[in-house]
């Protein structure tokens, strides 16, 4: 069973930075898409990025573009978030997904974590 177990959420000012990790165990992960995704208060879970664990290849939400890094650590099974220059729009809960299938995209994920929570001050 694939488990997903995010960290290093918190409390940021403005333009400031925050890296997101998600620790992932359970299975080889070689042929797997990673994404990330959010969701604010009284709003639908959105699409963030996207990485594919064995090429690298990345996708970004347009507004996050420049602004977050997605990578991976093949070595510790992690996948990271790297924030900069936030936004108090990007106040949400983030969650890590993986795709089975490596498909980089923004849909279909069969895996999820608990989530943890980024809040951004103005």
């Known amino acids: 069973q694939v488990q997903l177990v995010e960290s290093g959420g918190g409390l940021v000012q403005a333009g400031g930075s925050l890296r997101l990790s998600c620790a992932a165990s359970?299975?080889?992960?070689?042929?797997?898409?990673m994404g990330w995704f959010r969701q604010a208060p009284g709003k639908e879970r959105e699409f963030v990025a996207a990485?594919?664990?064995?090429?690298?290849?990345?996708y970004y939400k347009d507004s996050v573009k420049g602004r977050f890094t997605i990578f991976r650590d093949a070595a510790e099974n992690t996948v990271s978030l790297q924030m900069n220059n936030v936004r108090p729009e990007d106040t949400a809960v983030y969650y890590c997904?993986?795709?089975?299938?490596?498909?980089?995209?923004?849909?279909?994920?069969?895996?999820w974590g608990q989530g943890t929570q980024v809040t951004v001050s103005s």
């Open positions: 997904a993986a795709e089975i299938f490596g498909n980089c995209g923004p849909d279909d994920y069969d895996y």
């Open positions: 990485i594919s664990w064995s090429a690298g290849n990345t």
């Open positions: 359970g299975r080889t992960f070689s042929s797997y898409a």
